[in-house]
Protein backbone atom coordinates (compact mmCIF):
# COMPACT_ATOMS: atom_id res chain seq x y z
CA UNK A 1 0.00 0.00 0.00
CA UNK A 2 0.87 3.45 0.09
CA UNK A 3 0.02 6.74 1.51
CA UNK A 4 1.58 10.35 2.57
CA UNK A 5 2.97 11.72 5.61
CA UNK A 6 2.75 15.54 6.54
CA UNK A 7 4.94 16.74 8.65
CA UNK A 8 2.74 19.42 11.04
CA UNK A 9 4.69 21.80 12.86
CA UNK A 10 3.63 22.85 16.38
CA UNK A 11 4.83 26.36 15.71
CA UNK A 12 2.77 27.62 13.04
CA UNK A 13 -0.75 29.13 14.15
CA UNK A 14 -3.74 27.71 13.03
CA UNK A 15 -5.15 29.10 9.65
CA UNK A 16 -1.32 30.45 9.08
CA UNK A 17 -0.94 29.28 5.41
CA UNK A 18 2.71 27.40 5.26
CA UNK A 19 3.83 24.59 2.76
CA UNK A 20 4.18 21.62 4.93
CA UNK A 21 6.58 18.94 3.72
CA UNK A 22 5.11 15.69 2.74
CA UNK A 23 6.86 12.19 1.96
CA UNK A 24 5.02 8.83 -0.35
CA UNK A 25 4.94 6.23 2.17
CA UNK A 26 5.30 2.85 0.30
CA UNK A 27 4.49 -0.37 2.13
CA UNK A 28 6.21 -3.24 0.14
CA UNK A 29 7.14 -6.78 0.72
CA UNK A 30 10.86 -7.34 0.67
CA UNK A 31 12.04 -9.13 -2.42
CA UNK A 32 15.82 -10.29 -2.02
CA UNK A 33 18.85 -9.20 0.76
CA UNK A 34 21.64 -7.92 0.03
CA UNK A 35 24.98 -8.35 1.55
CA UNK A 36 27.76 -5.82 1.56
CA UNK A 37 31.38 -6.34 3.31
CA UNK A 38 32.16 -3.08 4.77
CA UNK A 39 34.18 -0.29 5.34
CA UNK A 40 35.36 -0.84 1.54
CA UNK A 41 32.39 -2.62 -0.12
CA UNK A 42 34.73 -5.41 -0.98
CA UNK A 43 34.75 -9.17 -0.11
CA UNK A 44 38.67 -9.34 -0.22
CA UNK A 45 39.87 -8.85 2.76
CA UNK A 46 42.78 -9.07 5.03
CA UNK A 47 42.61 -11.42 8.24
CA UNK A 48 42.92 -9.90 11.56
CA UNK A 49 41.37 -6.33 10.32
CA UNK A 50 38.09 -6.27 11.30
CA UNK A 51 34.85 -5.65 8.87
CA UNK A 52 31.14 -5.22 8.89
CA UNK A 53 28.90 -7.74 7.23
CA UNK A 54 25.66 -5.60 6.55
CA UNK A 55 22.50 -7.42 5.13
CA UNK A 56 19.92 -5.47 3.54
CA UNK A 57 16.58 -5.43 2.40
CA UNK A 58 14.96 -4.74 -1.05
CA UNK A 59 11.75 -4.68 -2.36
CA UNK A 60 11.07 -6.23 -6.35
CA UNK A 61 12.29 -3.07 -8.26
CA UNK A 62 15.58 -3.36 -6.28
CA UNK A 63 14.36 -0.04 -4.08
CA UNK A 64 16.04 -0.24 -0.23
CA UNK A 65 14.14 -0.70 2.37
CA UNK A 66 13.82 0.79 5.86
CA UNK A 67 15.83 -1.75 8.58
CA UNK A 68 13.59 -1.53 11.28
CA UNK A 69 14.64 -2.66 15.25
CA UNK A 70 11.95 -5.58 14.68
CA UNK A 71 13.36 -7.09 12.07
CA UNK A 72 14.98 -10.68 12.55
CA UNK A 73 17.61 -11.80 10.45
CA UNK A 74 19.97 -14.78 10.58
CA UNK A 75 23.41 -14.46 9.62
CA UNK A 76 25.67 -17.79 8.62
CA UNK A 77 29.20 -17.76 8.45
CA UNK A 78 32.28 -20.62 9.15
CA UNK A 79 33.38 -19.90 12.40
CA UNK A 80 36.75 -20.99 11.32
CA UNK A 81 37.17 -18.34 8.65
CA UNK A 82 35.34 -15.60 10.06
CA UNK A 83 34.43 -14.60 13.81
CA UNK A 84 31.98 -12.27 15.02
CA UNK A 85 32.55 -10.01 17.99
CA UNK A 86 29.32 -7.99 18.04
CA UNK A 87 25.85 -7.73 16.28
CA UNK A 88 23.00 -5.56 15.94
CA UNK A 89 19.94 -7.00 17.76
CA UNK A 90 17.71 -7.20 14.07
CA UNK A 91 20.91 -8.67 12.85
CA UNK A 92 21.29 -6.40 9.87
CA UNK A 93 24.90 -5.26 11.14
CA UNK A 94 27.61 -7.63 12.30
CA UNK A 95 31.20 -6.81 13.48
CA UNK A 96 33.83 -9.04 13.35
CA UNK A 97 37.34 -10.23 12.56
CA UNK A 98 38.61 -13.11 9.25
CA UNK A 99 40.76 -15.31 11.22
CA UNK A 100 42.89 -17.09 8.14
CA UNK A 101 43.49 -17.13 4.40
CA UNK A 102 40.56 -18.73 2.30
CA UNK A 103 37.16 -18.69 1.18
CA UNK A 104 33.90 -19.36 2.48
CA UNK A 105 30.68 -18.72 2.40
CA UNK A 106 28.28 -15.75 4.44
CA UNK A 107 24.33 -16.04 3.75
CA UNK A 108 21.80 -14.63 5.75
CA UNK A 109 17.90 -15.12 5.72
CA UNK A 110 15.27 -12.99 6.99
CA UNK A 111 12.71 -14.79 9.45
CA UNK A 112 10.17 -12.21 10.10
CA UNK A 113 9.11 -9.07 11.41
CA UNK A 114 8.35 -8.45 14.98
CA UNK A 115 8.02 -11.51 17.21
CA UNK A 116 9.48 -14.00 15.48
Do not use: M, Y
Not at 5 to 14: I, K, M, R, Y
Not at 29 to 37: K, N, T
Not at 87 to 114: C, I, R, Y
Request: proline content about 5%; aromatic content about 2%.
Amino acid sequence: GSGVVELVDQNVAPGEVVKTPTADLNVVIPASLELSCLPHNSWTVLANREVVLKVGILDKEGNKVHLSDNLVIELVVDGTFFQVTSSLTNGTLHTGVPLVPGQTKVSATLVGAGTC
